[in-house]
């Protein structure tokens, strides 16, 4: 945190040298070695790690990639079947590449889950949340153009749908989209800007995740109790108790990653991207990338007009609207008690949140005829709610649990509690 | 002049506004060529007419021509399809606008004014699904027109939406018959 004052003294002379002129290893230091966490921090806390490697995976692949694809219409779709077949190791690199977006995305939902799990959005991790939020955006406009790039049926078709948002925009939509696409439908300019940008927003990712991991740097780890660091005995050094309790996250993360590329690297994709674009035949039944899926259930889902706002507009209203609830979570959630663990009725209702957006990502890949429609008209209903009327009405009327005084005391109170033989020799740690 | 002289605007203030105003104007003037070039090219801008020889439809029958980069479907409708157009209260339309490109912009939805006079069997029309732009599939869905697979939309025999999120009909675009057997459309 802040508060401490720089534990680093160079040692040798380079450092010296270094410190004097430009202190990159005292930052280093006191960012990633002496940098103080809680010390109760679970392994829902591992996935900030997971995340940044990911990224850096993601990168890494994607420029050896584009060093063999080639964004041209008619070249596109063959360019990614040969580095499939002939560029050497060219197929592991692209389902590392392929799954390590979806499993990019596993990642961010379980930190989302987490934060709004523990209340890691409350005040002083406003902004930090909201720094955490446009990553999520720009995530998800990076993976929709790199999933355009292979140039298959889906790629083309989700690519027209999406795109086709912007044509509800009353008056300016048709130019906006024109605009987008570089013509009056996806064609050789939309591949082209897609991929440039593709190449560009993962770069913008980097520079936001600075910001978020500086935020974060400032007002510290919320940890599971939602207990402010009060002593130092609530915190433990980053080097060597986060570093390796991270790196055993990433390895058993990349052991389930590993089995998906190696062994079912196309389970998460879709068979028609294997086929390629026509722009004069839609495929039978069209889906997003799995990611993707709750909130395109939640577009379909608005089958109705509502007022002067006719149902396409409405679909994309709601569509955006609940990414939108994300950014408002800070001043929706009306509870003084952060974390769910003292919060016993905010706890059922994320749980039924958890399974609301679970159901609509399943009622996103279902076709939207018959019941599907009106049970993703309920699910959206109750993912609206949530938000909208759960966050700020329990915060009011829910009595929370007794809050320990500390971390330390949590951490004591659960190893008594667990049977665990009791550190009643951890008295003198106590020293505020 | 003095710092706490606020309310006299003088000569350098005078020059403060005007160097700002330059500098916003030369920033936007900067700006617009990177967002201009994104706008459709000259090679997509012009506009092909096609000509589409329909001599082979049978009623009930029909064919695909792609112009713009997007599909227009040439139908030649049945009996049947006519009259279950023709027997359509306007009343009961989600869109009650033709949206035929060939007649005034409110011309209401009739089967009539979605065809062309003395040619009511046949239906030109742009096969995109207004909703978010999939191609729906013909003869499909609960009105025997077409059903978009990607939301659900359903569009009667003449085109026109009736249930789903779709907005409004499919447009119908600049065209004429030529001859018995042709069409020239754009």
Known sequence: ??????????KTGIERWFDARMPLPRLVHDSFVAYPVPRNLNYMWTFGGILSLMLAAQIL???????????DTNLAFDSVEKIMRDVNSGWLLRYLHSNGASFFFVAVYIH???????????????????????????????????????????????????????????????????????????????????????YLLPFMIAGVVVLHIWALHVVGQSNPTGIE????????????????????????FLFVFAYFVFYLPNFLGHPDNYTVANPLKTPAHIV??????????????????IGPINSKLGGVLC????????????????SKVRSAVYRPWYKLFFWLFVADAILLGWLGSQPAEGSYVFMAQMATLFYFAFFLVV????????????????????????KKGSGHPARAT??????? | MSATDIHDPNRRDFLYVATGMAAVVGAGAVAWPFIDQMRPDASTLALASVEVDVSSLQPGSSLVVKWRGKPVVVRNRTEKEMKDGAAVNLADLKDPIARNANLPSDAPATDANRTTPGKEAWMVMVQVCTHLGCIPLGQEGDFGGWFCPCHGSQYDTAGRIRKGPAPENMAIPVFKFISDTKILIG
């Not at chain 1, 692949?61 to 964004?71: D, E, F, K, P």
């Not at chain 1, 080097?239 to 996250?249: C, L, V």
């Not at chain 1, 951890?426 to 505020?432: K, N, R």
């Open chain 1, 288 to 305: 997003p990338e799995w990611y993707f899926l709750p909130f395109y259930a939640i577009l379909r889902a608005i089958t109705f007009n």
């Open chain 1, 1 to 10: 945190m802040s508060e401490g004052h720089s534990t680093y003294t160079p």
């Open chain 1, 391 to 414: 966050m700020p009405v329990l915060g009011l009327i829910e009595t929370p649990r007794r809050l320990p005084n500390s971390i330390t005391e949590a951490v004591l109170e659960k």
């Open chain 1, 319 to 334: 569509m955006f609207g609940a990414i939108a609830m994300l950014f408002l979570v800070p001043w929706l959630d009306t």
């Open chain 1, 426 to 432: 951890a008295a003198p740690e106590i020293t505020g």
């Open chain 1, 61 to 71: 692949t994607g420029i050896v990639l584009a060093m063999h694809y080639t964004s």
């Open chain 1, 229 to 252: 660091v009060k002593s130092k005995t609530d915190t433990v050094a980053f080097t060597p108790y986060a570093t390796i309790k991270d790196a055993f996250g990433m390895i058993v």
């Open chain 1, 112 to 198: 989302i889950f987490r934060g709004l799990f523990y209340g890691s959005y409350k005040a002083p991790r406003e902004l930090l949340w909201i720094l955490g939020c446009i990553i999520y955006l720009l995530m998800m406009a990076t993976g929709f153009m790199g999933y355009v790039l292979p140039w298959g049926q889906m790629s083309f078709w989700g690519a027209t749908v999406i795109t086709g948002f912007f044509s509800a925009i009353p008056l300016v939509g048709n130019w906006i989209q024109e605009l987008l696409l570089g013509g009056f439908a996806v064609d050789n300019p939309t591949l082209n800007r897609f991929f440039a940008l593709h």
